[in-house]
T-cell receptor, first 114, second 114 residues
Framework: GNSVTQMEGPVTLSEEAFLTINCTYTATGYPSLFWYVQYPGEGLQLLLKATKADDKGSNKGFEATYRKETTSFHLEKGSVQVSDSAVYFC?????????????FGAGTRLAVHP | DSGVTQTPKHLITATGQRVTLRCSPRSGDLSVYWYQQSLDQGLQFLIQ???????AKGNILERFSAQQFPDLHSELNLSSLELGDSALYFC?????????????FGPGTRLTVL
């Protein structure tokens, strides 16, 4: 079946460090891929998305490229800030069985220290 | 702000009780999805409604039910509550049910069952 695998956290970085959170997926067909972020005590916010192979999603300095050949959608940011501390969820959506099924990874907690 | 609203923000109740969670989708969105987020199970899809009709069911218990009203707001009813039902409940909405589209999440309702 369709699934998403993320690197386990927590990821702990110093401010201004480079961030990579790995995400790979298994899907039949051509899913759309998403990164959602959950700040402490808040709901899920859409961070970025990509709908086809080689698309790059970007927002707030974060970016991820849809790589069909490696079935990956790794999240990167060149210089993290303390305010980026949150849980990041990789997800895919497929139209299956008559509805859009959104499948999440387990989430990766990022802690950024000054 | 995603445009999806949920009430109440917090709910504390006792085992055996019944509660109702409310969600208003983004303006123009016809689909509403309900998710449960718990520490041990991660994000679980519960149920989807499209324009007033049930479209898909996920891991929803028989003690739980939902409906979507003509004004498109939705309610999730949880009855005979157990300690294990304590979780964050999210609502999401999207423009349409068919095809691949983006789900936008509300801030969630934190349910605590004592």
């Amino acid at each position: 079946g369709n699934s998403v695998t993320q690197m386990e956290g927590p990821v702990t970085l110093s401010e201004e460090a480079f961030l990579t959170i790995n995400c790979t997926y298994t899907a039949t067909g051509y899913p759309s891929l998403f990164w959602y972020v959950q700040y402490p005590g808040e709901g899920l916010q859409l961070l970025l998305k990509a709908t086809k192979a080689d698309d790059k999603g970007s927002n707030k300095g974060f970016e991820a490229t849809y790589r069909k050949e490696t079935t990956s959608f790794h999240l990167e940011k060149g210089s993290v800030q303390v305010s980026d501390s949150a849980v990041y969820f990789c997800a895919l959506t497929m139209f299956s069985g008559g509805y859009n099924k959104l499948i999440f990874g387990a989430g990766t907690r990022l802690a950024v220290h000054p | 702000d995603s445009g999806v609203t949920q009430t109440p923000k917090h709910l504390i109740t006792a085992t055996g009780q019944r509660v109702t969670l409310r969600c208003s989708p983004r303006s123009g969105d016809l689909s509403v999805y309900w998710y449960q987020q718990s520490l041990d199970q991660g994000l679980q899809f519960l149920i989807q409604y499209y324009n007033g009709e049930e479209r898909a069911k996920g891991n929803i218990l028989e003690r739980f039910s939902a409906q979507q009203f003509p004004d498109l707001h939705s309610e999730l009813n949880l009855s005979s509550l157990e300690l294990g039902d304590s979780a964050l409940y999210f609502c999401a909405s999207s423009v349409e049910a068919e095809g691949v589209d983006t789900q936008y999440f509300g801030p969630g309702t934190r349910l605590t069952v004592l």
